[in-house]
């Protein structure tokens, strides 16, 4: 499935829900199917900078695609995260780096976030972004 068409299913989903408050329910029980990093992988080298709460992301190529695990100290973020690797992992690395992340916007993440928890967004799709570059450098 490509990055789009995951996207796509990510809006239908939230678009689902009538108010905020069943859409947070949802992000919480995304994150409960989260990946879970291994313990190995839980680093301050994997913490995302510029989040409010600990955020550890592992990335490892495994056949040409980029496989991410993540987890969180918080509830919210570690929804948030599931979501990005839900869209993300599992792609080539050059799909990650050429995706845009509109779908972000489409089902109202950024405005119904905390300015710091929004920042911690931002700062875990550059991370995600930045492992693809890594990744494809050494495709390269």
Same mark, same amino acid.
């Given at each position: 499935? /490509? *990055?789009?068409? *995951?996207?796509d299913?990510?809006?239908?989903?939230?678009?689902m829900?009538d108010?905020w408050?069943?859409?947070y329910e949802?992000?919480?029980?995304?994150?409960? @199917? #989260?990946p879970?990093?291994?313990t190995?992988?839980?680093?301050?080298?994997?913490i995302i900078?510029?989040?409010? @709460?600990? &955020?550890?992301? =592992?990335?490892?190529?495994?056949?040409?695609?980029? &496989?991410?695990?993540?987890? @969180?100290?918080?509830i919210?973020t570690?929804?948030i995260?599931? *979501? %990005?690797?839900r869209?993300? @992992?599992?792609?080539?690395?050059?799909?990650i780096?050429e995706?845009? /992340?509109?779908?972000?916007?489409?089902?109202?993440?950024?405005? =119904? #976030?905390?300015p710091?928890r929004a920042n911690? %967004? &931002?700062?875990? &799709?550059k991370? #995600?972004?930045?492992y693809?570059i890594a990744?494809? /450098?050494?495709?390269?």
């Amino acid at each position: 499935m /490509t *990055i789009e068409a *995951i996207q796509d299913e990510i809006i239908d989903e939230f678009a689902m829900f009538d108010d905020w408050m069943q859409r947070y329910e949802y992000m919480i029980e995304l994150g409960k @199917s #989260l990946p879970l990093i291994e313990t190995q992988y839980k680093t301050d080298d994997n913490i995302i900078k510029g989040c409010q @709460s600990r &955020v550890w992301v =592992h990335a490892e190529l495994n056949n040409g695609k980029l &496989v991410f695990t993540a987890d @969180s100290d918080a509830i919210i973020t570690k929804g948030i995260i599931a *979501i %990005l690797i839900r869209a993300f @992992s599992n792609q080539r690395p050059q799909d990650i780096i050429e995706a845009d /992340t509109d779908f972000i916007d489409e089902i109202g993440l950024k405005e =119904h #976030l905390s300015p710091t928890r929004a920042n911690g %967004l &931002v700062s875990m &799709v550059k991370q #995600l972004k930045l492992y693809a570059i890594a990744y494809q /450098t050494q495709l390269n």
